[in-house]
């Protein structure tokens, strides 16, 4: 009977511990502002969180929840030697100065001295420090934030061409577009899209295409596959006046 007195109490004890946790961790996320050109996919697998920058993106801040080894949110400073960084996935490099303390939302921002203006897949790492609480925080690593980029068109055309020829003009915004992909001219007809011209694309990001048609058109940006690029397109309608 004794023996089956102190298993059943294990059991018990077993049933009622609170689960506790033995390492910190860390989640990474973007700032996204209205009107700032990210646009956030959320988890697109494993954890990983997707951000499509369309055109030159000024406004880039990161931010990192760090919870402590026992699961508690680190709201305040981290202690001595203790620091977040956000790191460059494929080259190891630190992106921006290295965060120490949590502002009033609970969060540690991270501001890239050099705003990201190609595809990066970015990590933050939490450099071990113990809490004036006493708390422990060890060594973490957040999930990944992969970034993608997307030409921004501005239209250049004329307005107004008296003669035969139009040309259709623009310019890429948000880097240098020239390897990552290329330029088709469609015409919409209804829903079908009419595969006109090609063109590579310059360093300065400038095109222009001459058509003698009225109607629709559509320049898209074709990027290279697995580059990390995103494609986008500029559309204008062609009148005769």
């Known amino acids: 009977m004794r023996t089956r007195t102190v298993l059943a109490a294990s059991a018990a004890a077993a049933l009622t511990a609170v689960p506790v946790a033995s ?30 920058f369309y055109g030159t993106v000024f406004q880039q801040q990161f931010l990192v929840a760090v919870t402590d080894d026992a699961g508690q949110p680190v709201t305040g400073c981290l202690g001595t030697g203790g620091q977040v960084r956000l790191i460059n996935s494929a080259t190891g490099a630190q992106i921006g100065s290295p965060s ?12 890239p001295t050099k705003r990201i203006s190609a595809p990066t897949d970015v990590v ?3 450099d071990p420090s113990t809490l004036l609480s006493g708390a422990a925080v060890s060594s973490a690593q957040s999930n990944t934030a992969t970034i993608r980029i997307a030409p921004k068109f501005f239209n250049r055309s004329p307005t107004i061409n008296p003669g035969t020829v139009f040309p259709i003009r623009g310019q890429l915004d948000g880097g ?9 001219l469609f015409k919409v007809q209804g829903s079908r899209k009419i595969r006109k011209q090609a063109k590579a694309i310059p360093a300065s990001g400038r095109f222009e295409f001459r058509v003698r048609d009225t109607g629709r058109y559509r320049v898209e940006f074709i990027p290279k596959a697995g580059n990390g690029y995103v494609g986008s397109f500029m559309a204008l309608t062609v009148t005769r006046r």
Do not use: E, W
């Not at 961790?25 to 959320?42: C, D, E, F, H, K």
């Not at 120490?100 to 969060?107: E, K, N, P, S, V």
């Not at 240098?176 to 088709?184: Q, T």
């Open 100 to 111: 120490t303390c949590a502002i009033g939302d609970g969060l540690f921002h991270i501001f």
């Open 176 to 184: 240098r577009f020239n390897k990552a992909g290329s330029l088709v």
């Open 23 to 52: 390492a910190a961790t860390a989640a990474l996320t973007m700032n996204v502002p209205r009107n700032s050109g990210i646009t956030a996919y959320g988890d697109v697998g494993g954890g990983t969180q997707g951000y499509v």
């Open 124 to 126: 933050a790492v939490v």
